[in-house]
């Protein structure tokens, strides 16, 4: 990487001669007096390296409290080993750019490989792509993968699925020409023959594990439930929880999409992050983005290419699955460096954590006087409970006192305004769970 050199009176001189004018002013000779800038602009004195960093320190601590958060709905605390930022700050990958040249870019193609193995073994999947999105729009790419597999037009989305997924979904559906229809929660979880019956003429069924209330679905009975009717079944799920849970694949989905923030991310005020999306082998020509593959050269060594590409830039428009030209790559690897880290026996660790502080949590907030939402669902580290008053205002007052409890249900859900979504990572410890039950009571009393 090349350092930053100041522009010298030489390097001036030597432009200004090669574009054959005598002097700056001379070089903006058409821009009329009357609009020209002739006095010094209004700034601070000129601050040394110490004191901008000092100063820069303050201003970001305007953005930090001293707070413990149990807020998650799809953005989560989950610990990031140093080894993810050891690797991500390697000149290499930290500037690198979509790999167009594969002669240039071997280092991230085999990276991007490696990430895309990953995803399809903790998926239980046959193909997945490098990522260019996030956990939402890799929704609406499903939606279109299975509108040009089934010639059908109909999408079907649980509404336990995050609002904001669901949200992309129909921000999409019309330039996509497609029809979406919703069902209803059954008590925090999706009924199998509600589903089944909404799934009739579908492209795809899509629902999420575990859901958006944190509550296990019935998963295989709504996978099969789709592939019943001939539609794709597609689930949205934690990467961090198919330590514990089954892998999708396994139980029948055609498609597994996610945001893989979980993984090696940190929460980044909101993100950006990286989604992903997987694949049985039929559908390994309607991925959208890039798939890279690993192949041998003339001498025989091994390669990687960029094997099959999608997107608009790259073939005809109207054949094309995506135009999405971003490349999430830096943040994919993250995620790769993170589960590689774990390994298999990691990832279980941390699942099996979660939900053991998760169980700690319900028990301390109903002495605290929360009430479960849904109390005979199972979960896995998110679990609603009503608080006897207005959710926000909840919120509000507890983060008052340097807790935040979680996300207010009513912003999404009718009828649920007194609810709170509480998140529980392996991040948290007991103490906070205590403090967290001790704020609850209070401003709950």
Request: with cysteine.
């Amino acid at each position: 990487m090349t350092p930053f050199v100041s522009l010298t009176e030489r390097d001036e001189r030597e432009m200004l001669d090669a574009i054959g004018v005598s002097s700056v002013d001379e070089l903006f000779r058409d821009v009329p007096e009357g609009v020209r800038f002739r006095r010094e602009l209004a700034l601070e004195p000129a601050l040394s390296e110490p004191e901008v960093v000092a100063h820069l320190e303050e201003l970001a601590a305007r953005n930090v409290r001293d707070e413990v958060s149990f807020l998650g709905a799809g953005i989560y605390d989950h610990y990031v080993p140093a080894v993810v930022d050891a690797v991500l700050q390697r000149g290499e990958f930290l500037t690198a750019y979509t790999p167009y040249q594969p002669e240039m870019s071997q280092g991230i193609l085999q990276a991007i490989f490696e990430y895309q193995t990953a995803i399809c073994e903790l998926t239980g999947m046959d193909v997945s792509n490098a990522s260019g999105y996030d956990g939402t729009t890799v929704a609406a790419d499903a939606c279109f993968i299975a509108k040009h597999a089934t010639g059908r037009s109909k999408v079907v989305l649980a509404e336990t699925v995050n609002p904001q997924v669901r949200q992309v979904v129909k921000t999409y559906a019309p330039g996509f020409g497609l029809d979406v229809v919703e069902v209803p929660h059954d008590g925090g979880t999706t009924d199998p023959e509600r589903f089944a019956t909404a799934c009739r003429d579908a492209a795809c069924a899509i629902f999420q594990q575990p859901n958006f209330f944190g509550c296990l679905e019935p998963a295989p009975d709504l996978a099969a439930a789709a592939n019943e009717a001939e539609a794709l079944a597609v689930a949205h799920v934690d990467p961090v929880s198919l330590g514990v849970l089954e892998a999708p694949g396994n139980y029948g989905c055609a498609i597994a999409i996610g945001e893989g923030q979980g993984a090696g991310n940190v929460q980044s005020f909101g993100g950006p992050h990286y989604g992903f999306i997987a694949a049985q082998a039929d559908y390994t020509r309607r991925m959208p983005g890039r798939i890279v593959g690993e192949t041998t050269d003339a001498a025989g060594k091994r390669g990687y290419v960029l094997t099959l590409q999608t997107r608009e830039q790259h073939i005809r428009r109207e054949k094309a699955t995506s135009n999405i030209t971003t490349n999430q790559t830096l943040l994919a690897l993250a995620g790769l460096v993170h589960l590689t880290w774990l390994g298999p026996q990691g990832l279980r660790e941390v699942g099996e954590t979660c939900m053991a502080l998760a169980e700690r949590a319900k028990e301390r907030l109903a002495v605290a006087g929360a009430e479960l939402l849904f109390p005979d669902k199972a979960t896995f580290k998110e679990f609603a409970v009503r608080v006897g008053r207005n959710g926000r205002e909840a919120v509000r007052e507890a983060r008052e006192r340097g807790v935040h409890p979680g996300y207010a249900l009513g912003r999404d859900y009718e009828g649920l305004d007194d609810a709170l979504l509480v998140a529980v990572t392996e991040k948290r410890t007991p103490a906070d769970i205590d403090r967290l039950a001790s704020v609850l009571a209070e401003v709950v009393a």
